[in-house]
């Protein structure tokens, strides 16, 4: 159900107890709409995060260039004048890894899909819950910041779990686990959204070995929440176009029909 804010008068909800030292997470709300921007504020607010507000692209853009402290997570609203969410999600892609989740009234596949190719960390679909809006953003964090208690035990991490180094070579590629960097062949450092990530490690983890796509989706579903059939075949191809950049060379990823997939490179630790 879509959240209410408390009656005037009302107690809010005490705020999360946070180290001294720990900075509250900076969320930018962007959403046109003048009540739920209020409503959304107020209750990220309640829950301890930090938040400034933009109504379109153009707020959006000052507050990204202006914030202090810097923005952590933008909570971004598809349907907005002038340019969409979806627009604005392509132009923060093009320069960053902020983590964005898109803020949709539509639960349609379509509006999924693209939010995935166009790097969304996750999605909110209106009307929503207070509890499950709050879990998700903090769940986005997690990860960004290398600390999502989920993850634990699951093939993304298993690499690194392992006892292995935090170095995993492919095919003359390396990414950093630890800092989660991956650097092609010819030195070139390539940008991954946490979706694409958590797919990569999860091949990494299991080479010469076909993960179905119900396994993959168990990757998915930590960031996505609500993950279907096409989520994977979006990311299976957003994360060839990166690693597999010459058509002419032989796949790194190659589709098993009726299967799932097969990362085919030797995996080495470092």
């Known amino acids: 159900m879509t959240p209410r804010l408390p009656p005037a008068g009302g107690e809010a909800p005490p705020r999360p107890v946070r180290g001294a ?40 853009r000052e507050v990204l260039a202006n914030a202090a402290p810097p923005v ?4 971004l609203d598809v349907m907005l004048p002038g340019a969409s969410g979806m ?7 093009a320069t960053s890894r902020l983590p964005v989740v898109m803020l949709t009234a539509r639960g349609e596949e379509t509006d999924r899909v693209l939010g995935l190719e166009f790097g969304a960390d996750d999605y909110v679909t209106k009307p929503f819950g207070r509890r499950e809006l709050v879990a998700r953003l903090r769940a986005v964090l997690r990860r960004v910041r290398g600390g999502d208690p989920d993850a634990a035990g699951q093939p993304a991490e298993a690499p690194h779990a392992a006892g292995g180094g935090r170095l995993l070579r492919f095919a003359g590629w390396t990414l950093d686990t630890g ?9 070139a450092a390539v940008d991954l959204s946490g979706a694409e990530y958590d797919l990569l490690m999860a091949f990494l983890a299991h080479p010469q070995r076909v993960l179905g796509r119900d396994q993959l989706l168990e990757v998915g579903r930590r ?15 957003r994360l060839r176009r990166k690693i597999e950049p010459d058509e002419s060379a032989a796949p790194l990823i190659k589709t098993v029909r009726g299967a799932g997939y097969v990362f085919v490179a030797p995996v080495e630790r470092a």
Do not use: K, W
Request: charged share 35%.
């Open 72 to 75: 952590d997570l933008v909570l």
């Open 87 to 93: 627009d604005l999600l392509r132009e923060i892609r």
């Open 179 to 187: 800092r989660r960097e991956l650097v092609s062949p010819a030195g």
């Open 223 to 237: 960031r996505f929440g609500d993950a279907f059939d096409r989520t994977v075949d979006v990311q299976v191809s």
């Open 21 to 60: 030292l720990e900075p509250d997470p900076h969320v930018l709300v962007v959403e046109d709409d003048g009540e739920v921007r209020h409503l959304l504020a107020r209750l990220l607010r309640e829950n301890g995060f930090a938040v400034s507000a933009a109504r379109d692209g153009r707020e959006m």
